[in-house]
C-alpha cells in the first residue's frame, strides 16, 4: 500500500469512528429521555447548542443533553444540580 493509499484508508477509519458517535443512541421503547441526568460524554444525544449527539455533552448535568432512563423515573433522579427533566432544562 503506498503513503497515499494509507492516509486515505486512515482519513475514513476516522470519520467512521467519529460518526459512530456523533449520531443519537438507537430509540428505546419503554424508556423516557432524561435531561440534565448525564455526566459528561456519557449523554445520549441533545437537544441543542454545546452538543452535538451521543457521548457530545461538555459538563455534568447538562441541561440540553438527554440520556434514556425507564419510564417513569426521570423526574426522581436527583443529582447534585437538581431532579432530571423531560424537557429541556435552559440555563443549565
Do not use: E
Not at 53 to 64: E, L, R, V, W
Request: aromatic share 6%.
Amino acid at each position: 500500500m503506498n503513503i497515499k493509499n494509507f492516509a486515505l484508508a486512515g482519513a475514513a477509519a476516522a470519520v467512521v469512528s467519529t460518526s459512530a458517535i456523533a449520531g443519537p443512541v438507537k430509540p428505546q421503547p419503554g424508556k423516557d429521555k432524561c435531561f440534565g441526568i448525564s455526566l459528561a460524554g456519557k449523554n445520549d444525544c441533545a437537544a441543542g447548542a454545546g452538543t452535538t449527539c451521543a457521548g457530545t455533552s461538555k459538563h455534568d448535568y447538562a441541561g440540553n443533553a438527554w440520556k434514556y432512563v425507564a419510564k417513569g423515573t426521570c423526574t426522581a433522579i436527583k443529582t447534585p444540580k437538581g431532579v432530571g427533566s423531560l424537557t429541556m432544562i435552559k440555563g443549565r
